[in-house]
Nanobody
Framework: VQLQASGGGLVQAGGSLKLSCKVSGINFSVNTMGWYRQAPGKQRDLVASITSTGRTDYADYVEGRFAVSRDNVRRTVYLQMNSLKPEDTGVYYC?????????WGKGTQVTVSS
């Protein structure tokens, strides 16, 4: 199972970024996918998730600003991030489970300057 995240970068507060995570090695269309964030010195927290049926869930602090989506043909999950804040800075990881095991991508750095 491989998850390859991309799309991070440096952006000013109020700006936008779109992350992508391409997945291989699993039956992507039936898996729930998650995006996590790890800020410096903090634990990794769930930011957003999307089920196989397209149901989405968000952390309170990104609700209304972030949108998670998926393309089952491209085997890719996306995270559109708008109205970014400096506190959104961190490494963003995509995640899924297969046969009870968690799988993580390498992460992509997002830095939001004030």
């Amino acid at each position: 199972v491989q998850l390859q995240a991309s799309g991070g970068g440096l952006v000013q507060a109020g700006g936008s970024l779109k992350l992508s995570c391409k997945v291989s090695g699993i039956n992507f269309s039936v898996n729930t996918m998650g995006w996590y964030r790890q800020a410096p010195g903090k634990q990794r927290d769930l930011v957003a998730s999307i089920t196989s049926t397209g149901r989405t869930d968000y952390a309170d602090y990104v609700e209304g600003r972030f949108a998670v989506s998926r393309d089952n043909v491209r085997r890719t999950v996306y995270l559109q991030m708008n109205s970014l804040k400096p506190e959104d800075t961190g490494v963003y990881y995509c995640n899924t489970y297969s046969r009870g095991r968690p799988f993580w991508g390498k992460g992509t750095q997002v830095t939001v300057s004030s």
